[in-house]
Structures are given as structure tokens and as C-alpha cells.
T-cell receptor, first 112, second 110 residues
């Protein structure tokens, strides 16, 4: 399913570097989300967006920045990566509030 | 904020045994969704339950929504190795966000 894609799929970086994870969806969904998944913590919401130019914090926003200038793109930036941000990052999108949420394939990020 | 407790965290079964995971909330839910994540994969939507007492089936999977709309369960009959993965429930956390349970990781011994 190519409706929602993430890039890169794998990334290794060093502490202190800036990293941007990309997310693109082709459905024109209003809502987009970023989650991180770590063992024992399930899926934790980092940021979400209800529409272009509207973003809001989730459960664990510290150290992350998002933007949404276009409906189809929702990049996530780690301004100064830390080892604790080593994780698998999933982007997701949804059309309306109670609709199915579709997840991208994920980005596995390692911060050395 | 909205929270949902999911148990058990892990479940190991022999192939052919049944499996059940439960989600519980202290507040009444408008609906509940279930997702499955295969090892190395991403969560994939399975089903949404909306009505009190609702029961839905997908082949060997049976989903239930409690009468009080505060709990839900996913039951798999006669597990197969293709059922391995982590099963998540998800509920509305406010008007826009989905709040996910921590998941139940199912392993199946052939």
C-alpha cells in the first residue's frame, strides 16, 4: 500500500546532529500523526496535525519539531538528536476523527 | 487524559490454543479500534466497535465491546503461526487523538 510513505527507512546519526524524518500521504487525509515505538512503551504520540498549518503536541513532544505546510507532508525534525531518541518512528494519517488510522512502514532511527 | 489498560503484555501459546487480549477503560468509550502489528511491520487496522455489547467476527477472530462500553476483548480461536504479532486496542483520547494500549505480544509455538 503506497498511500503513506516514510523516508528514510533506516537512519544512523550521531548525538547532537539534526535529523528530519519525512512522511508523505496520497489520500489528502486531514489528520497526520507521529508516534515513536519503544519496547515496553507501546506507541507514544509525539505530535499531530489536524490540517495544514495546524499542529499540536502529543504525549512526548520534547526534542522534536514538526511542520505541515502542505496537507500531504508532515516532516518530523530532531533538532539535536540524543541517544534516548533511538526508536522506531511511525507516521500515520486519518481522514476524519473516528476513521481508520493508516500507518506508514516506519523509520528505524539509531542515535550513536 | 484518556488511558486504556491492555492485558496481558505477553502471551505464549501452542499452535491450536486460543488467545485473548483485553482492554479496559475507567471511562465510557465512544468506540474502540483494534490493530495488529506483525514483527518488523507497522500497525494495521483490524476493526472498530461502536455499539454497546457489539460482537464482530473475522474468521477465527472475535471482537467484543462491553455492555458498559468500558472494556473490549479480542479472542483468537485455534491460533496459527500467522497470528504472531502485537495486538493493540486504541480509543479516542479527546476529539482528535487515538490513544493506544501498550499492546499484547503474541507468540505461537508450532
Amino acid at each position: 500500500d503506497a498511500g503513506i510513505t516514510q523516508s528514510p527507512r533506516y537512519k544512523i546519526t550521531e548525538t547532537g546532529r539534526q535529523v528530519t524524518l519525512m512522511c508523505h500521504q496520497t489520500w489528502s487525509h486531514s489528520y497526520m500523526f507521529w508516534y515513536r515505538q519503544d519496547l515496553g512503551h507501546g506507541l507514544r504520540l509525539i505530535y499531530y496535525s489536524a490540517a495544514a498549518d495546524i499542529t499540536d503536541k502529543g504525549e512526548v513532544p520534547d526534542g522534536y519539531v514538526v511542520s505541515r505546510s502542505k496537507t500531504e507532508n508532515f516532516p518530523l525534525t530532531l533538532e539535536s538528536a540524543t541517544r534516548s531518541q533511538t526508536s522506531v518512528y511511525f507516521c500515520a494519517s486519518r481522514g476524519r476523527v473516528a476513521d481508520t488510522q493508516y500507518f506508514g512502514p516506519g523509520t528505524r532511527l539509531t542515535v550513536l | 487524559g484518556q488511558q486504556v489498560m491492555q492485558i496481558p503484555q505477553y502471551q505464549h501459546v501452542q499452535e491450536g490454543e486460543d488467545f485473548t487480549t483485553y482492554c479496559n477503560s475507567s471511562t465510557t468509550l465512544s468506540n474502540i479500534q483494534w490493530y495488529k502489528q506483525r514483527p518488523g511491520g507497522h500497525p494495521v487496522f483490524l476493526i472498530q466497535l461502536v455499539k454497546s455489547g457489539e460482537v464482530k467476527k473475522q474468521k477465527r477472530l472475535t471482537f467484543q465491546f462491553g455492555e458498559a462500553k468500558k472494556n473490549s476483548s479480542l479472542h483468537i480461536t485455534a491460533t496459527q503461526t500467522t497470528d504472531v504479532g502485537t495486538y493493540f486496542c486504541a480509543v479516542q483520547g479527546g476529539s482528535e487523538k487515538l490513544v493506544f494500549g501498550k499492546g499484547t505480544k503474541l507468540t505461537v509455538n508450532p
